[in-house]
C-alpha cells in the first residue's frame, strides 16, 4: 500500500511540473511507463532539464548583474574623472592666485624698502641741515 502511494504521488507531481521548452526536448510520453526503471529514467531526464534551465537562467541572471555593476563602476568612474579634473582646476587656480599673491607681496616689499631708503634719505638730509643751522646759530 505504502508503494503504491509512493508511484500515486510521484505520478501527480509529474503532472503538476511543467517541462522546461529546449532545442533537445523529446515530447512527453502519453502512455505510463511500464518499468520502474523507464519511470526513474524520465525523472532523471526531467531533473536535468531542470538543472540545464537553472542553469541558463543563472547564468543569464549573472551576466545581468554584471552588466548593472559594469554600469555603475562606469558611472562612478565618470563621476571621480569629473572631481579629480574639477579639483585639478581648483588646485591650478589657487596655485595662480598664490603666485598672484607672492608677485603683490614682494612689489609691496620693493616698495617698503624703497621708502625706506628715502625716509632715510630724508632724514640724513634733515640731520645735515639741523647741523648746519646750530652751526650758523653759533
Known sequence: ???????????????????????????????KPNTVHEEEMDLKNYISKMIETFKEETRKFLKEIEGKANKKLHKMEEKTNQKIQEINKSLKESKET?????KQVKEALETVQSMKAELDTIKKTQNEVMLEMERLDK
Open 98 to 102: 598664490q603666485e598672484k599673491t607672492s
Open 1 to 31: 500500500m505504502g508503494r503504491r502511494q509512493n508511484k500515486n504521488s510521484l505520478n501527480n507531481r509529474k503532472t503538476n511540473m511543467t517541462l522546461p521548452e529546449s532545442r533537445d526536448s523529446t515530447p512527453e510520453r502519453s502512455e
